[in-house]
């Protein structure tokens, strides 16, 4: 199971929360009784620890991240594993890409920000925290601690500081070029998102919300791009991703169909063995 990282933040009512628009600002204890947990998110979301620490996982690197520290994480899937040795809290702000372009638009021309290679295929960045970030993240706690409830043209303006400041460091450059690139194009890129999230069991409709497009224009655009059916697509690239570990993998046959998106073993060795004409373990003692 995938959560929807998103909407849980969103709808619990035990977190401490300020909603407007497309922009959510939470600070909140783990919710999640779980060791290890599949997340998704629609929206882009930044976290910044106050006390514990967690990790963060895409299918090719580990972030951990403790008190003072802060990751960006791109819309999409990723692992979160979790630290009990002491309690966790968490500010969170999450916002859509049309909030990014809504803020930037009539600043990003004016700021110098070079165009960096994987600006646009990272899926998690950690944002260096210089005094400027650390003094946002205290003053966004305090609104928490407020009993008057911000303004929403407060909470637009927060995230808008937030926003800037990111696409005006020299710290955060590979942060800075996403942000650039997503406010100049019009729509996220289709095989980035696939790319970045096939292995995760993502429905079409999410899929089709993390490309903005609905589930009909991202059929088109899919089929248009790659000339197959995303269903076809995906299982396809999963079972390619799963050869490649079991050839170079010591991890189990289970453990790689679990990590390439099979959450049924013996889907996974039908498919397997129907493409490559070998179980996955006979696969593996091939030299």
């Known amino acids: 199971m995938v959560y929807d990282f998103y909407e849980t933040m969103k709808g619990d009512i035990v977190f401490n929360k300020f909603e407007v628009g497309n922009i959510l600002f939470v ?10 947990v599949k997340i998704w998110s629609q929206y882009d979301y930044i976290i910044y620890i106050l006390s514990g620490e967690k990790t963060w996982s895409s299918n090719t690197r580990q972030w951990r991240v403790k008190k003072g520290e802060a990751i960006y994480v791109k819309k999409g899937a990723s692992i979160i594993k979790q630290n009990f040795k002491e309690d966790f809290c968490m500010l969170g702000v999450f916002f859509s890409d049309d909030v990014i372009k809504s803020s930037l638009k009539n600043e990003i021309k004016n700021i110098p920000i070079k165009n960096v290679e994987g600006a646009d295929t990272f899926i998690i960045d950690r944002i260096n925290i210089t005094i400027e970030f650390k003094s946002f993240f205290q003053s966004l706690l ?7 409830k911000p303004l929403n043209s407060l909470l637009q303006l927060k995230a808008k500081e937030l926003l800037l400041s990111l696409a005006n460091s020299k710290d955060n450059y590979k942060i800075a070029s996403y942000l650039k690139n997503t406010t100049l194009n019009d729509l996220p890129s289709l095989p980035n998102i696939m790319e970045s999230n096939f292995h995760y069991n993502l429905s079409l409709e999410q899929f089709a919300k993390l490309c903005h497009r609905s589930k009909s224009s991202f059929k088109r655009d899919f089929k248009n791009h790659y000339n197959s059916s995303p269903g076809k697509w995906i299982i396809e690239r999963r079972l390619k991703k799963a050869a490649e570990l079991i050839k ?6 289970s453990q790689i169909a679990y990590d390439c998106g099979f959450e049924s073993g013996a889907h996974f060795s039908r498919a397997f063995k129907s ?3 070998k179980t996955p373990s006979s696969y593996r003692k091939i030299d």
């Open 27 to 36: 600070e909140y204890k783990c919710p999640l009784e779980q060791d290890t």
């Open 275 to 277: 493409k490559y004409g």
């Open 142 to 148: 305090g609104y928490f601690y407020d009993t008057n």
């Open 248 to 253: 170079y993998n010591s991890d189990t046959i």
